[in-house]
């Protein structure tokens, strides 16, 4: 390796450690303000702002002699579950500690295990417990800490005061019960939830049996509507082409046809002629018709009750008006019977 890519290597190796021992200061610096500054709110009886700077200093810089403040403080505010376990802890940390160390300690030492014994007995227990039918995927709570279900049917330690515990059951509601117990209590609660709601029929579009689904008469008759003014739009479209063809082949007989007296093409126009003007009349009139039918449906269509669909070239518009649609080659007609 040349000189060049050592002081490189070094360089970075050089620059990590001070990062790294920067982050680490930064922390101890802070850990020692938030201690103080609990210390301090301790000793003015403020537990409840106090405690959660020391847990917090303990947390960026872990510290034995932290850990027993904390403890200490947590069994002030009465928080003797919490502060029995930070005791615990605090033993543990002070007997795995260099003999020099945990001389120092000595005094502490005493003081955990005398409060040991005198918290254990005070400490209450909650057990939970889930009745028969209760979900498998209920999802349980403790004061905002989920709870599996290893943990019901067990008597836990808890502080004494009050305790939220949340519900969950999947689809339903979340359902709170507040419990409060006192030192020394043994308190079993059986756990609650909100049931799921039945299913809406509106949200699924699905009705119950004694509910026709809503529309569904309308729905029917909006086809036919939709139907028979297709067929009036096809109508008028076709008697306007053969109507047009009916006029050129009028122009082609007045042509060959002088005086009444056609040629072969005057007479295979007027031929042609006739045929397309009845199509083009029946068509018309179909149209005309259909359309017609088709509006009178619409306006006439009920709200509460579904209407008969058209039959026969005879359509129902609502119960007691009905509409007759009549084509011969002559022409059509539409008639309207009925009461409105």
Excluded at 88 to 108: F, I, T, V, W
Excluded at 124 to 132: D, E, G, R, S, Y
Aim: with cysteine.
């Amino acid at each position: 390796m040349d000189s060049k890519k050592r002081f490189l290597l070094s360089t970075s190796l050089l620059t990590a450690c001070l990062l790294s021992r920067g982050a680490s200061a930064q922390d101890e610096a802070a850990a020692e303000a938030l201690f103080n500054k609990g210390v301090a709110e301790m000793q003015a009886g403020k537990y409840d702002t106090a405690c959660p700077k020391i847990a917090e200093s303990q947390r960026l810089d872990p510290r034995t002699g932290t850990l027993f403040t904390l403890a200490e403080c947590e069994a002030k505010a009465g928080l003797i579950a919490t502060a029995l376990v930070h005791y615990e802890d605090y033993l543990r940390a002070a007997d795995a500690l260099p003999a020099a160390q945990k001389q120092r300690h000595g005094q502490r030492i005493d003081i955990a295990r005398a409060q040991k014994a005198a918290l254990a007995p005070e400490v209450p227990t909650l057990k939970l417990v889930l009745p028969a039918g209760a979900p498998a995927d209920l999802v349980i709570s403790r004061d905002g800490t989920d709870l599996s279900a290893a943990s019901m049917g067990v008597a836990l330690p808890v502080d004494p005061g009050e305790h939220l515990i949340v519900t969950t059951a999947p689809g339903g509601q979340p359902f709170e019960q507040e419990i409060s117990i006192a030192k020394r209590e043994r308190k079993t609660v059986e756990i609650e939830w909100n049931k799921a709601p039945p299913p809406d029929p509106s949200a699924t579009g699905t009705a119950g049996p004694d509910k026709p689904p809503p529309g569904a008469g309308v729905s029917g008759r909006r086809i036919g509507t939709y139907v028979v003014g297709g067929v009036g739009l096809a109508g008028l479209v076709v008697g306007g082409v053969m109507g047009g063809l009916a006029l050129s082949a009028k122009s082609d007989v007045d042509a060959h046809c002088p005086d009444l007296k056609c040629d072969a093409t005057g007479s295979s126009a007027l031929s042609q002629g006739r045929t397309t003007g009845l199509v083009s009349t029946i068509g018309l009139g179909v149209g005309v018709a259909g359309v017609a039918t088709a509006v009178i449906l619409f306006l006439t269509e009920p709200k509460a009750r579904p209407a008969t669909g058209a039959a026969g070239g005879k359509v129902s518009a609502r119960p007691g008006v009905s509409v007759d649609v009549d084509v011969d080659p002559s022409g059509a007609a539409l008639r309207l019977k009925g009461a409105f």
